[in-house]
């Protein structure tokens, strides 16, 4: 196999870092495939190399195994890439088995050049790159099969791994990979049409359902090696202290402790954030009883202690203030003009909030002094390849990294400074030759962050004598999780002191609303904090939309007919999950049972929109949903089943939102909230009883999907439930309807 060129490019938006990485793959073709300008995006580079000899393997036996660049947990990536190259290479689906690539240059993302899992990307990107690996493979099977035969190359076809010629000939790929893989890459290959795809469009079931199903899925906290010790820290209780005094005489007396140590925490630019003391141990219950029996003075001093109460008054202030400007649009003195009895005035509040994924945070690595290796369940490859190399004293390429499946991450295993990694690395160091694990507790993910930020919003509109709104100025203020963190992120998402992503789902809004007015603030406080499924969405599309939906009802009009009325004639997408809501809602919105509302909401994140209704009533004071029927334009869908299943999934996601214990609190830098006892992520119960997932045609390039349900829940319920109490619901989460 030929040697990964690993030059960095120079760096843009579009191509944020290199980080060299040694590739890692199968043995069918060596050679790589440049993507033409345009095959993903119309801006998109066309420098990047793929090899198919890194995503695909041609087993003897018949078996193909496709490499998956992205993480799998729990979004379907380890079956809908694997598909589109299958698809296009003509594989045998039965003989298809995925496996997530390990950290190389070969796997970073074709756009963003870092190999990582994040806002949706994964499709959007790696759709027209899978297809060409597999078009190029099959295209060097067919040419060795006809070169065997004499005949030409076009009077051959492939089909369930088979080459076969005009006279009755055929070959399986197994029979003609060796072959094939010392043949020259093709100048060009055909892609087929979309009327010829087996599997791209199907319904087809994941490739890891049984797997984790019978229990047999080995995630990253399964990870078990010789010898080796599970590792956990003790942390200051407040952002950034260190160890001032530690006794650990009656820690190190349990049998099974190996080793107790200071190692430095970080966080952010500077990769510095307080210490903490390591406990190494045989097993975990060992490391966890004697971290209970440490004793250790912290040094707090110097350090501002956030209290949620005191950040919440001062986010007030900042509100009625105008911040750095996100967008401006006409005549921003217009709301003045307009009579105080025509105007809305609303102030929002959205807490911060925890990931809490499933499977807790953890990172295994060996290391020798020289080499090291290890396996994590990362969002972010090429990110904590680098910082565990940096930590250990050695170049990225002398780090193995392994891809673990991730039980969940919801953007959690995604932070920029791969504080968890640095710890597990630094533990590593220390003890040379034994592979240790670092887990972090669920309490110590709950109480020690990273959050959703903590946002106020205060938004004035002023409604014209059409019932439409005509001038609308918002204020945002809440922690960007970018600033201070320094180049490349804070250069290529920061622009005039705003955080992009903490805008989006306000200042991009597709309604036409001739004088509007969106500016930010991004205070610092001494929390952690980072992206949360669907980012700024989350909380902009709650205000967003409920204050559609309050015009709509002050207008007495419609709410998806308003809706549609705010739209300019080109926005396609919008107005074709609107028009779909409401074909596929009509029969039970219009048919409700007594004390039953409707609610709906839209938003697009990521060129993907999505509109929703629900059926909403009150039981014990909670909302109870009964039912939520999506409408979602995303371009051409993969695979169906996927869309369902994440779209339920995301939907459920999102009311941790609403839950009455689902805000993570402070109060003089503690964190209150420490596991599911009290931060309560939504239960069966809270999910809407039914769902129903509807996707508009479309032949265009697909489009996000995993974090794009998250945001119209929230304000989907908000709005059934003021048709139900008369209440605007301005505060989440709702502890009393």
């Not at 060097?140 to 009077?155: F, I």
Request: aromatic letters at 8%.
């Amino acid at each position: 196999m030929r040697e990964i060129d690993s030059q960095s490019p120079a760096f843009n938006r579009r191509r944020f870092l290199q980080i060299t990485a040694a590739a890692a793959g199968g043995v069918l073709v060596s050679l790589y495939l440049h993507l033409p300008a345009g095959a993903q995006t119309d801006n998109q580079t066309a420098s990047t190399a793929f090899p198919p000899d890194a995503f695909v393997n041609v087993r003897p036996n018949g078996q193909i195994v496709i490499q998956v660049n992205r993480l799998e947990f729990g979004q379907g990536v380890s079956t809908s890439l694997p598909m589109i190259l299958a698809d296009e290479m003509d594989a045998d689906w039965s003989q298809v088995v995925s496996e997530l690539a390990p950290a190389a240059d070969a796997y970073k993302d074709p756009l963003y050049q870092l190999q990582m899992t994040g806002g949706s990307i994964s499709l959007p990107h790696s759709f027209q790159q899978y297809r060409k690996l597999g078009a190029t493979v099959r295209a060097m099977l067919v040419a060795t099969a006809s070169e065997r035969w004499g005949v030409r190359p076009e009077h051959c076809r492939a089909a369930n791994s088979v080459v076969y010629g005009p006279l009755n000939q055929s070959a399986r790929y197994a029979e003609l990979a060796t072959d094939a893989a010392q043949r020259p890459r093709p100048d060009k290959v055909r892609l087929k049409n979309p009327s010829e795809f087996r599997l791209i469009g199907k319904r087809v079931r994941r490739l890891d359902s049984r797997l984790k199903c019978n229990g047999s899925q080995r995630f990253g906290i399964d990870m078990d090696l010789p010898g080796m010790m599970t590792a956990l820290v003790a942390r200051p209780p407040i952002f950034g202290g260190h160890v001032k005094t530690i006794d650990d005489k009656n820690a190190r007396s349990i049998p099974g402790v190996v080793d107790i140590f200071e190692i430095p925490l970080v966080r952010g630019k500077n990769w510095s954030s307080g210490s903490g003391i390591a406990i190494v141990a045989d097993r975990f219950w060992t490391a966890k009883q004697a971290r209970d029996r440490l004793n250790v003075e912290w040094d707090l001093s110097g350090i501002e202690h956030p209290d949620s109460s005191m950040l919440l008054g001062r986010y007030k202030e900042l509100a009625s203030t105008v911040g750095n400007v996100a967008v401006s649009r006409g005549d921003q003195s217009a709301i003045e003009r307009i009579p105080v009895a025509e105007r809305i005035v609303a102030e929002y509040e959205f807490p911060y909030l925890a990931h809490a994924p499933m499977e807790p945070l953890n990172t295994t690595i060996r290391f020798d002094g020289n080499r090291a290796e290890a396996w994590v369940p990362s969002q972010f490859q090429t990110m904590d390849q680098s910082a565990i190399a940096e930590v250990l004293g050695v170049k990225p390429d002398q780090v193995t990294f392994h891809t673990e499946y991730a039980g969940g991450g919801f953007g959690r295993r995604i932070t920029l400074d791969s504080h968890v990694q640095r710890e597990a690395a630094a533990i590593a160091k220390r003890m040379q030759g034994i592979p240790v694990k670092l887990i972090w507790t669920r309490e110590d993910d709950v109480e020690g962050g990273y959050y959703r930020p903590m946002f106020v919003h205060r938004v004035e509109v002023g409604v014209g004598p059409d019932a439409m709104p005509a001038a609308w100025k918002h204020v945002i203020v809440g922690q960007s999780w970018i600033i201070k963190t320094g180049p490349p992120w804070e250069t290529a998402l920061v622009k005039d002191g705003v955080d992009s992503l903490a805008i989006e789902g306000a200042a991009d809004t597709p309604y036409f609303i001739p004088n509007f007015h969106v500016s930010v603030h991004h205070p610092e406080v001494n929390v952690p904090v980072s992206q949360w499924r669907s980012v700024g969405c989350t909380h902009n599309c709650f205000v967003m939309e409920t204050l559609i939906d309050e015009l709509a009802t002050r207008a007495k009009i419609d709410p998806i007919d308003y809706r549609l009325r705010l739209l300019p004639q080109n926005a396609n997408k919008r107005r074709g999950t609107l028009t779909l809501l409401r074909q596929e809602s009509t029969s039970w919105r219009h048919d409700l049972a007594r004390n039953h509302a409707v609610g709906i909401a839209a938003n697009e994140y990521h060129e993907t929109d999505v509109a929703c209704a629900v059926d909403v009533s009150i039981e014990n004071n909670r909302p109870r949903i009964h039912r939520a029927t999506v409408a979602v334009h995303m371009g051409l869908v993969v695979n169906p089943l996927t869309v369902e299943s994440q779209f339920q999934g995301g939907l459920v996601f999102g009311l941790t939102q609403l839950m009455a214990k689902g805000a993570i609190t402070l109060k003089d830098g503690l964190v209150q909230q420490q596991n599911f006892h009290n931060f309560v992520p939504p239960y069966m119960s809270d999910a809407p009883v039914a769902i129903d997932v509807h996707i508009v045609p479309s032949s265009e390039a697909p489009t996000a999907c995993g974090e794009c349900p998250v945001p119209v829940i929230c304000p989907a319920v908000a709005n059934a439930l003021f048709k139900l109490t008369g209440k605007r619901y301005r505060t989440l989460p709702l502890t009393a309807l």
